[in-house]
T-cell receptor, first 114, second 112 residues
Framework: QQQVKQSPQSLIVQKGGIPIINCAYE??????FPWYQQFPGKGPALLIA?????SEKKEGRFTISFNKSAKQFSLHIMDSQPGDSATYFC?????????????FGKGTKLTVNP | NAGVTQTPKFRVLKTGQSMTLLCAQD?????MYWYRQDPGMGLRLIHY???????AKGEVPDGYNVSRLKKQNFLLGLESAAPSQTSVYFC???????????FGSGTRLTVV
């Protein structure tokens, strides 16, 4: 079964720190790798995404680093703020049952202390 | 700009009762999905639809049924609720297969 393995499960950093969340995959046919951010009581929302032909993508304080040969990608949050406290999910797009869908990691709960 | 709307937001059921969760989207998206979220388990796909009148099984379909009679609506049914179905349920829709998922705000279901 296609999987995306995400680590760590939880992460606590101080304001201004740079939390890093890692994901690994096996299926080389995955062609799109988004990250979703979820605040308590809300649904996940798309944060940033990357394709495998790009090694890095930045949007504001959020950066995805992608290592195609290692089949790994990670999310870095620069100058983290208490408002970044949320659960983050990585995902990968691949064909399952005849149509492409997202497979999600199990999530990382990030806490940014003031 | 409603996006994806889920009703109800909260529900408590007794074991064996049935209910239907409604998902409505106003973005004219072809693809719709139902997920359940449990602590430490992430988001697991229950059923999905690739267009009006179509449905297909996801990763954890047992105990659930779905229908997509209208393009904008995707219904998730529990025929005989079990405590193992206690979860938060999310609906999502997308304009392309596997891209640009928009999630609803969830339904918290407790089965006692």
């Amino acid at each position: 079964q296609q999987q995306v393995k995400q680590s760590p499960q939880s992460l606590i950093v101080q304001k201004g720190g740079i939390p890093i969340i890692n994901c690994a995959y096996e299926n080389t046919a995955f062609d799109y790798f988004p990250w979703y951010q979820q605040f308590p009581g809300k649904g996940p929302a798309l944060l940033i995404a990357i394709r495998p032909d790009v090694s890095e993508k930045k949007e504001g304080r959020f950066t995805i680093s992608f290592n195609k040969s290692a089949k790994q990608f990670s999310l870095h949050i620069m100058d983290s703020q208490p408002g970044d406290s949320a659960t983050y999910f990585c995902a990968a797009r691949g064909a399952q049952g005849g149509s492409e869908k997202l497979v999600f990691g199990k999530g990382t709960k990030l806490t940014v202390n003031p | 700009n409603a996006g994806v709307t889920q009703t109800p937001k909260f529900r408590v059921l007794k074991t064996g009762q049935s209910m239907t969760l409604l998902c409505a989207q106003d973005m004219n998206h072809e693809y719709m999905y139902w997920y359940r979220q449990d602590p430490g388990m992430g988001l697991r796909l229950i059923h999905y639809s690739v267009g009006e009148g179509t449905t297909a099984k996801g990763e954890v379909p047992d105990g659930y049924n779905v229908s997509r009679l209208k393009k904008q609506n995707f219904l998730l049914g529990l025929e005989s609720a079990a405590p193992s179905q206690t979860s938060v349920y999310f609906c999502a829709s997308s304009y392309m297969s596997g891209y640009g998922y928009t999630f609803g705000s969830g339904t918290r279901l407790t089965v006692v």
